[in-house]
């Protein structure tokens, strides 16, 4: 059972950038799966970008060549580099692990069983 802990969230003006940082718990962590998701006030959770095992990404539409997804296995650590930042992305972010899942589920909820508490980002 891999534990999962974000930071980094916080606020900042619209053209700005943040880092977020998911840290993992899991030794095996290399081999997972991993996620970041995000929801906003009265909306439904959104895959914002994924990463399989062999290092294949994916990126929702809404955030391609303004966020990249990243991660460090000697660290165990999945990062989030934020740039441009528009008020549209604004939400409590979280990220996701799962051992194994298909590459074109990255960007899918349901699939991962293993969240974290999630960080906030405010962009005005």
């Known amino acids: 059972h891999v534990q999962l802990v974000e930071s980094g969230g916080g606020s900042v003006q619209a053209g700005g950038s943040l880092k977020l940082s998911c840290a993992a718990s899991?030794?095996?962590?290399?081999?997972?799966?991993l996620g970041w998701f995000r929801q906003a006030p009265g909306k439904e959770l959104e895959g914002v970008a994924g990463?399989?095992?062999?290092?294949?990404?994916r990126y929702a539409d809404s955030v391609k060549g303004r966020f990249t997804i990243s991660k460090d296995n000697a660290k165990s650590t999945l990062y989030l580099q934020m740039n441009r930042l528009e008020p549209e992305d604004t939400a409590m972010y979280y990220c996701?692990?799962?051992?194994?899942?298909?590459?074109?589920?990255?960007?899918?909820?349901?699939?991962?069983?293993?969240w974290g508490q999630g960080t906030q980002v405010t962009v005005s």
């Open positions: 996701a692990a799962e051992p194994r899942i298909a590459w074109w589920t990255l960007l899918r909820d349901n699939e991962y069983r293993y």
């Open positions: 899991d030794y095996t962590y290399s081999t997972y799966c």
């Open positions: 990463v399989d095992s062999a290092g294949r990404k």
